[in-house]
């Protein structure tokens, strides 16, 4: 906007004599001053000073002309906004307060607009650089002996670039596949550990110390969930659930997608 009204203002400058003609009227001065001290005693030829400063005030200003072609045009319109905005001088202070407010608006708009999407960036570095942990049962599943109860062991892996503080773990067994949208679980039938192990982004899944124990070597299911939490302090949750065949040491997704949902 600044340049088009430089560009404006050059324009009007080369295209028109708007400015006061300070030649004539310094001639017009030093005539009417010789024309007094010539004739001292002719009161026709008096001139006040008032008089004085009104015609050396008066601005001689050549019309503007509109010629032909392109060129014309862009002389003459110039030339009349240029002397439209300087006919008076409160007029010519008026367009410049307006247009210094409208460039203060449109500076407060462009500056809010950045500071938005400044924080809309910011919002989405937490989603990038968190930890993101996945658990699943380990393939070390089995029976031990004499009593044969079936053991499961769980392990995490973190595919995010930081990483991950374990702060819960839980698991819990049923001889029927768990049903239902959201996830429920029974604390009376599962069994709650206090984790506090920091996951790093490796390459392969890390295996937990805690295990889980069943009665009985037949096929079950096996579900649960892990709470940790990133470097910003934000808790997530990772669940899992699986079908155990303790005798072959095999486990496999089962469940309903919610049952293994992460966030």
């Known amino acids: 906007m600044w340049k088009f009204l430089a560009v404006l203002l050059l324009l009007g400058l080369w295209s028109s004599e708007a400015f006061p003609q300070q030649g004539n009227a310094g001639a017009a001065a030093s005539y009417r001053k010789h024309a007094v ?9 008096a001139i006040s000073s008032t008089e004085d400063a009104a015609e050396d005030d008066t601005v001689e200003s050549k019309p503007c002309a509109k010629g032909s072609g392109l060129g014309g045009g862009l002389r003459y319109y110039p030339c009349k906004a240029w002397t439209y905005v300087t006919s008076t001088t409160e007029r010519a202070i008026a367009i410049f307060a307006g247009v210094l407010t409208l460039s203060t608006l449109l500076l407060w708009f462009f500056t809010m607009r950045a500071a938005n999407a400044a924080r809309g960036a910011a919002k989405h570095i937490p989603a990038v650089e968190r930890a993101y942990i ?14 044969e109860r079936t053991v499961a062991l769980v392990e995490v892996q973190n595919f995010g670039p930081t990483p991950g503080f374990l702060e819960t773990l839980y698991g819990e067994f049923s001889p029927t596949k768990p049903k239902g949208r959201k996830p429920r679980y029974d604390p009376t039938k599962g069994t709650k550990f206090a984790v506090d192990e920091v996951i790093g982004k490796f390459d392969v899944p890390t295996p937990l ?55």
């Open 134 to 147: 996945f658990i699943q049962p380990s393939e070390k599943a089995g029976f031990i002996g004499p009593g």
């Open 37 to 45: 001290e010539s004739e001292p005693y002719s009161s026709n030829h």
């Open 209 to 263: 110390d805690q295990r889980f124990e069943a009665p009985g070597v037949e096929p079950i299911y096996f579900f649960g969930y892990v709470e940790y939490r990133d470097i910003f302090k934000r808790r997530h949750t990772s669940r899992f659930c699986a079908l155990l065949k303790p005798i072959d040491g095999t486990s496999a997704l089962a469940g309903e997608r919610a049952w293994s949902s992460w966030d």
